[in-house]
């Protein structure tokens, strides 16, 4: 799923996940082998005749059985699998998340780092805050020196976090002079109306707007031929239309307001073009597969799984949410004002192979 992460010349935005379709099982006639290097052989009699031979004695049959093992397995990580069915869980049966410790506050010098990658200063908007990536999104923007609204469809989750990560600044940092300002909002991400509330919502309680990161959206597992109409439609209105609708809802108070928004990885292209005059710059973040609380729900129930992907990883583990705070920060801070219309895939290298 991606994740925009947009900024003005003084903050950032853009979109994260990169969505990735396999369709299609070959044909029954067709071969299954993978493909490999060959090399020719010479005919029997011309073989005999030179007195070379092609296949060592006694390694025909192990050869054999290796291609059969390869055969066996060829592709099959790259394939969807008709065994795993996944519903999105209602929000209630969805585990909670909790916010990163021990990660400091550059923002606030309590850790040297470029001046550049500061947000002090800055009020940041996550949408599907309360959970997941997006929470430890938004907790890097503050710990980077921004305030932070988070944007649920479940407040109750959203405001219970807003008031972990200022508990969790206060412990680490008892010094600090000043707390920062992290609030809680409802939006239905899907809802215009919903939208422009929760936008007017938040630069009332902040005055303005500097960064946004959408992150709000999820995933099902159905064949593609067998989806249920009502959550694709579900699907369609969070992850796109929500990304859509809040990305166009900020950028109209983004000239005045100095503001930063989030686009779609499909959206993020036109509009770092159309938007770059006005000094509002639009990224994506790409993460591979990460390890929220919600995937090691799943993966709980089917450890198979997790070896399938790890084993198409690189750097052979999955991702953790806070390998998302760096990226995040690089992409909302002055440090990256000359980048717009990337993206930035997070991934351990998973889409290189």
Known sequence: MSHPVWQVLRGAAGRT??????????????????ARLVRARCPASAASASGFHTTPAGLSAKNKTADEELASVAGSYARTDDTITVEYPPDEQLPASKPVAGAGRAGAHVFPTLATFSLQGKVGVVTGGARGLGLVMGQGMVISGADLAIVDINKDEAARQAQNIVETFRKEH?????????????ADVSDPASVEACIAEIVAAHGKIDNLVTSAGFTEN????????????????VNVDGTYLFAT?????????NAA????????A?????????????????????????????????????????????????????????PVTFLLSDASSYVTGADLRVDGGYTVT
Not at 18 to 34: D, E, H
Not at 249 to 257: G, N, Q
Not at 261 to 268: D, I, N, S, Y
């Open 17 to 34: 996940s990169a969505a990735r379709i396999i369709l299609g099982k070959p044909p029954v006639s067709a071969s299954t082998t993978p």
């Open 174 to 186: 008892p010094e600090a002079k000043k707390l920062p300002k992290v609030t809680a909002h409802y």
């Open 222 to 237: 159905f064949e593609a031929v067998a989806y249920p109409i009502d959550r694709m439609r579900k699907l369609w209105g």
């Open 249 to 257: 809802a900020v950028a109209r108070h983004l000239v005045p307001y």
């Open 261 to 268: 928004k989030a686009a779609v990885r499909h959206l993020c």
């Open 270 to 326: 036109s509009l770092s073009v159309e938007w770059a005059e006005a000094g509002i710059r639009v990224n994506c973040i790409s993460p591979g597969y990460m390890m929220t609380a919600l995937t090691k729900k799943i993966l709980d129930d089917k450890p198979d799984l997790k070896k399938r992907w790890t084993s198409l990883i690189p750097q052979g583990r999955m991702g953790s949410p806070e390998d998302l705070m760096g």
